[in-house]
């Protein structure tokens, strides 16, 4: 989608919609009758990834398996989401916006951060991840580090999401936990 390569390759602040419509090769106007401003654009080219992280969330939140599993595997969908470039994603991360697309961003990224947080504690009620740590700390790195992977790496190989849901989540297990497969 033409906006949401503007979006991704300027950002949000210096995408137009004059921009826009001039690589579609439309008028501002006739643009204008498709969406109501740029807002709406950037909404609808980060909701795909918004669902599927907010999906994410709720399975984690909804599963019947310890938590440090639950952690696990949300770690490694949300880097697995990073990894393939879904919709919009990288918008999630990488570009902030101003009015209601900031809301429904920071919102969106306030859950999984939320759902982290709730799950390393009660990995930690549960007696399988460190509690001398943090949580919230523990949480926005663990977040800020699957940020990163989207704005960064174009292309990876192999067992990628196993191997950086291992790497963040190693150092928040106990011992017992310590090299588990992913």
Known sequence: MVATDLFMKHGYEATSMSSIAARLGVTKAALYRHALGKAELFASVTLPARTAVLSLVESAKAEEAPAIDRLIHLAR???????????????????????????????CTEAVHRALVDLLEQAAAEGTARGDIPFGIAARLILGSIAEISLSYRSVQGEFANDVAALLLNGMSLPARTGCSL
């Open 77 to 107: 969908e949300l880097v697995r989401l990073a990894e393939n470039r879904t919709s919009g994603f990288y918008l999630l991360w990488g570009h902030a916006a101003g009015g209601e697309p900031a809301e429904q961003i920071t919102a």
